[in-house]
């Protein structure tokens, strides 16, 4: 019985090390690599901020392409209003919703920098 005893108390500090080690869905111990450099060795590209007057640019242009005035960029729209942002819609979808918001437009012109 004391064996029992011992294998179960090892199991519950076994799962609380777990719940320890996993917050989220990112291990604990990502934390100790710099924010530039993957657990796996390579490097990631940050972007870099994006300027404010192409931030303001953007942010005219799709409130220009935006025709029905719902936040949300359809590839219609953007290749209507913005053709040169279109070519990477695909990539900006990358949940394909169908649409894009100005926030992943930012991302993705400050990625491309």
């Known amino acids: 019985m004391r064996a029992a005893t011992r294998s179960a108390r090892w199991q519950s500090g076994y799962a609380a090390a777990c719940k320890a080690v996993y917050v989220g869905s990112i291990?604990?111990?990502a934390?100790?690599?710099p924010s530039s450099?993957?657990?796996a060795g390579s490097v990631m590209s940050?972007?870099?901020p994006l300027d404010p007057k192409l931030a303001a640019e953007i942010d005219?242009?799709?409130k220009a392409a935006d025709k029905n005035g719902d936040g949300k960029l359809t590839k219609a729209e953007l290749e209507a209003g913005m053709p040169r942002i279109a070519k990477?819609?695909?990539m900006m979808d990358a949940d394909k919703k169908g649409y894009?918001?100005?926030d992943q437009i930012k991302t993705f012109v400050a990625a491309r920098q």
């Open 37 to 39: 450099i993957s657990p």
């Open 27 to 29: 291990p604990a111990r």
């Open 46 to 48: 940050q972007p870099k």
């Open 100 to 102: 894009v918001s100005v």
């Open 31 to 33: 934390s100790k690599y």
């Open 88 to 90: 990477g819609f695909d």
């Open 60 to 62: 005219q242009k799709a």
